[in-house]
């Protein structure tokens, strides 16, 4: 890590972590999800750590309007916070974020009516107590281009700040901190088949920076500046449907000299899930020390799960039966809004892709109610003590542990850890040297 890297990330972490007196890390993981067992999983790791934990919403998944988890700001926060006592996590050790805040949900509406609903989104994140918030007003509205000009873009995100400010000054909350920059495919991840990413350009990043400056000080919320941490860019790094693009640190070096003019931010690095360890690494040492994960860790769950399910239908005397694949395959079938436009193919491959994909867009069909009762269902059936033969034909990820009675044979702790190991590489790049 370069002397500049090193100071940008001291700058920005610790206004990140606000008053809180804890040692800084390297860098930090943002947990992007809203499953139960994902930010459990989450928590419980960092109460072994004595860490800080970071948890963000995107503005598909929690809005005012409910998003498609059903769930306000104010509600998301209730509902981390009630896994956090159950844990016996503190609550002063979470720092919530909001994702791709802007008028993405409302883009089918016109620019005046979605950046009205996305001010009051904003507000509804800030009165709920989330103190991160990245500014993502890129996408085009009714009647306009799918992608904005850079200036358009800045200047909706000012009118955002402006709306968080004062928000924050009204309730006399801690004023948040922010992330401009969109170089990222949009909420959802990429639909297509990944190729060499294009590395975001030096240039293409300071001017970012430039016309948000421009843009906050034209809408009278040039103090808000002093408190952006970090720009969003694109490293490399993405997965798609059926492939992951990894990071080269030899494509980045150019963009990680542009940090050298940024004093005292950091880059942000989304869709970082499924990179190996070193590679998450190497990101952190370039500079890149806020590494955003989500369908990674419900990809390994529904592994978890779909592995218990298999052991159940061998337990059974219905040998052959997957019950929680048939009743996710059902739902998603019937409700097939979250993945139509993602996947394609014959028949048989969306069949997979719905299930499989590494975009893991089954993610978005687990809040359904029958999906939760399938899965209760499904952890009733099996005995409490999984026999060891079939945690390795089905969770060999997980035998090692279950051999050596570091991990209890119980389906619940199997998930847990499941999504537990796709966590330790990000604590390991992470964690202070």
């Known amino acids: 890590m370069s002397a500049t890297v090193d100071h940008n990330r001291r700058i920005a972490l610790a206004k990140l972590l606000g008053e809180r007196d804890l040692p800084l890390p390297r860098g930090i993981t943002s947990v992007c999800s809203a499953h139960p067992l994902v930010i459990e999983a989450t928590l419980r790791r960092a109460a072994r750590q004595d860490e800080v934990v970071l948890i963000e919403a995107t503005c598909n998944q929690v809005n005012q309007e409910g998003g498609y988890t059903g769930m306000t700001p104010a509600d998301f926060r209730a509902f981390i916070e009630r896994i956090a006592a159950r844990v016996d996590f503190s609550a002063d050790r979470i720092i919530l974020g909001g994702d791709h805040l802007g008028p993405n949900p409302w883009r089918k509406l016109s620019a005046d009516d979605a950046m009205a609903r996305a001010e009051a989104m904003v507000t509804a994140y800030v009165e709920a107590g989330f103190e991160k918030l990245h500014l993502d007003t890129s996408m085009g509205c009714a009647g306009e281009p799918l992608a904005l000009a850079d200036e358009l873009t800045a200047a909706r995100a000012a009118r955002l700040a402006s709306a968080a400010e004062n928000a924050a000054r009204r309730i006399g909350r801690r004023l948040p901190v922010y992330v401009i920059g969109t170089e990222v495919p949009p909420p959802g991840g990429a639909t297509h088949a990944l190729d060499e990413l294009e590395v975001t350009r030096r240039d293409a990043a300071l001017r970012t920076l430039e016309v948000h400056h421009r843009a906050f000080s034209e809408a009278g919320v040039g103090p808000a500046l002093e408190r ?37 931010l950091l880059f942000e690095a989304h869709s970082t899930d499924y990179q190996p360890a070193d590679m998450l690494s190497a990101l952190v040492d370039g500079g890149f020390s806020i590494l955003k994960v989500g369908p990674g860790l419900t990809f390994a769950l529904r592994e978890a799960l779909y592995g218990l399910d298999a052991i159940a239908s061998t337990l059974s005397n219905d040998a052959g039966t997957r019950r929680l694949a048939a009743t996710m395959e059902d739902i998603m079938v019937e409700a097939p809004a979250h993945w139509a436009g993602h996947y394609g193919g014959t028949a048989k491959e969306q069949q997979l892709q719905r299930h499989f994909s590494y975009s893991d867009r089954i993610r978005y069909y687990w809040p359904d109610a029958r999906a939760a009762a399938a899965v209760e269902e499904l952890f009733a059936c099996l005995p409490d003590t999984i026999p060891e033969t079939l945690i390795s034909q089905h969770l060999a990820r997980l035998y090692p542990d279950v051999v050596e009675k570091r991990l209890a044979p119980k389906a619940r702790d199997l998930c847990l850890a499941a999504v537990d190991a796709a966590l330790a590489p990000y604590a390991a790049a992470t964690a202070p040297r």
């Open 228 to 264: 952006v941490i970090a720009i969003v860019v694109q490293p490399g790094v993405e997965f798609g449907n059926s492939n992951v693009a990894l990071y080269q640190p030899e494509r980045a070096q150019e963009l990680i000299s542009a940090l050298d003019d940024m004093e005292g």
